[in-house]
Structures are given as structure tokens and as C-alpha cells.
């Protein structure tokens, strides 16, 4: 499976940021997806991740509310609309992807597959 992750960039406080990532390969590799993020110097963090039918969507505490995930499994894609963006929120954004989707926060350990990560910043 491969993964490529666009959309960030930079950002006042407040504002909003579409990141979208593209799978490829075998479909049941990539039933599951998500986002991880991660700032230098500290392990990486579950953002949200989504099952294939788009009914299980889980969140970080830190997102929910702000943040909304989605995909298109037509076009093998998955969407993560931020919104009401913090600085707090500046991290590398990776797309992650795997064949089961389980509920709740997730470990880096449980997604075989990784993109290459893209920046958010969040200036205040």
C-alpha cells in the first residue's frame, strides 16, 4: 500500500486546513485510515482514523469537535477537514492506513501502512 498526503501549509490561529490522502494497492490494506501527527521531540499522536464505510470515526480528545474526517472510496481517498485551527495544533500530519478498524485511540503499532507526513503550522 502506498500513501500520499497533501494539504498543509500555513495558518493563522483560527483558521482551517483540508488535508487528503490517496491509497493505493490492495483496497482491504487500506479499510481503515487515519491521520497521526507528530512535533519534533515527542511520540506520535492519533489524530482520528475511519472504517471503510465511513460509520466508525474516532477522534483525539485534542480534534473533536474541530476536526472532521471522510472519505471517498471511489477515489480511494480520505479527507481530514480542520477547522478552528490552535498552535498547538503545528505538527508533521501523517496518513496511516490498515486492514481493521477498531474504535477509540489508536497506537502507531496498529497501522502497518505510513505516507510521508505533511506540515501544518499554526502561527498565533
Known amino acids: 500500500v502506498q500513501l500520499q498526503a497533501f494539504g498543509g501549509g500555513l495558518v493563522q490561529a483560527g483558521g482551517s486546513l483540508r488535508l487528503s490522502c490517496i491509497a493505493s494497492g490492495p483496497s482491504e490494506s487500506y479499510s481503515c485510515m487515519g491521520w497521526f501527527r507528530q512535533v519534533p521531540g515527542k511520540e506520535r499522536e492519533f489524530v482520528t482514523a475511519i472504517s471503510w464505510s465511513g460509520r466508525g470515526i474516532s477522534y483525539a480528545d485534542s480534534v473533536k469537535g474541530r476536526f472532521t474526517l471522510s472519505r471517498n472510496n471511489a477515489k480511494n481517498m480520505v479527507y481530514l477537514q480542520m477547522d478552528s485551527l490552535k498552535p498547538e495544533d503545528t505538527a508533521v500530519h501523517y496518513c496511516?492506513?490498515?486492514?481493521?478498524?477498531?474504535?477509540?485511540?489508536?497506537?502507531?503499532?496498529?497501522?502497518?501502512?505510513w505516507g510521508q507526513g505533511t506540515q501544518v503550522t499554526v502561527s498565533s
Open positions: 496511516v492506513a490498515d486492514r481493521t478498524y477498531i474504535g477509540g485511540i489508536r497506537n502507531p503499532a496498529d497501522f502497518a501502512s
